[in-house]
């Protein structure tokens, strides 16, 4: 390893460390609806883009269960300033009606589709560099894709491999867990320590889905870390966002907790999708600090790429 890669690291751990700030890059946004006109559907997305005229490196965050795109919207701005175009997508879905199946082609129809609709904005998106990150449901949906399409990179935070609630169905609901043989994509997979707490009835990231599976499934390189005193909707710009929160047991803190996820995955997409192999040396070393201070606990599979 190169003594000025390991330095401009630990610069930038220490520039990072406490929250993850806003980049240099001035950024715009517009709502755009995504129509499929063959299934009958139709997808919203707040794109939040850097202004450039070049062809942009994009995100496509999608949600947690019954929440949408912009109530991550912190993660969009972040990602945005550091010269990331990010699409925050929102799902047409019921508690009574979801068929995964169904997402997931909303899903590629974003990657498919926002390109050449973005363009009509003057944002020029990049087609061959593209990440996916998701929350609970978007992290489960985000590697069912990346088993069907080439993307850079995707990061699930503290996903979910379920169904309904209370629901068993292999057809409407399928395994992402499963499939994670596809994913060629480098990995990343954070984990909420509380997650798995039953809160009213069954826990909101079951232990027999959770981050963990899916990380004993992957390929690798992937990398886990379990957020030690995280609840599963820290991920929310406001997890305390009433009943539909309520039902998950709270973080500790959960604005700490969405500023390390942030580091972290802000670190992971700056290496792999900007390619900047200084970022992953930063990540490293900022997750062992923290793991040596009781924060986290990770590891590793087949080592990621430094």
């Given amino acids: 390893m190169k003594m000025g890669k390991m330095l401009w690291g630990l610069v930038l751990v220490g520039a990072l460390a406490l929250a993850a700030e806003r980049g240099p890059w001035a950024f715009g946004e517009v709502n755009l609806v995504l129509q499929d006109q063959t299934r009958g559907r139709k997808v919203e997305v707040l794109l939040l883009y850097p202004k450039s005229s070049e062809p942009l490196p994009w995100v496509v965050f999608s949600p947690g269960f019954l929440f949408t795109g912009p109530a991550y919207r912190s993660w969009g701005e972040l990602f945005a300033s550091h010269g990331m175009a990010t699409a925050l997508v929102s799902y047409a879905y019921s508690l009574f009606n979801p068929d995964h199946r169904v997402l997931v082609a909303d899903l590629l129809l974003v990657l498919d589709a926002l390109p050449t609709e973005a363009q009509r904005y003057g944002v020029r998106l990049d087609p061959s560099r593209v ?174 790429p430094l």
């Fill in 131 to 304: 990440t996916l990150v998701g929350h609970s449901l978007g992290g489960k949906l985000s590697f069912l894709a990346a088993a069907e399409r080439n993307v850079r990179a995707v990061a699930g935070l503290d996903p979910v491999d379920g169904g309904a609630p209370g629901v068993i169905d292999p057809v409407r609901f399928p395994s992402a867990v499963a499939v994670m043989g596809l994913v060629r994509a480098p990995v990343l997979l954070l984990g909420a320590e509380y997650g798995e707490r039953v809160r009213f009835g069954t826990p909101c990231a079951p232990p027999d889905g959770n981050f963990r599976k899916f990380f004993e499934a992957a390929l690798g390189p992937a990398l886990e870390v379990e957020q030690r005193g995280a609840g599963h909707v820290d991920y929310l710009d406001n997890p305390n966002c009433g009943l539909l929160c309520s039902v998950c047991w709270p973080g500790d803190d959960p604005g700490a907790a969405r500023a390390q996820a942030q580091t972290y995955v802000l670190l992971f997409l700056q290496g792999h999708l900007l390619g900047k192999e200084e970022a992953l040396v930063a990540l490293h070393t900022l997750l062992s600090q923290d793991a040596q201070a009781g924060r986290v606990r990770f590891r590793e599979k087949f080592g990621m």
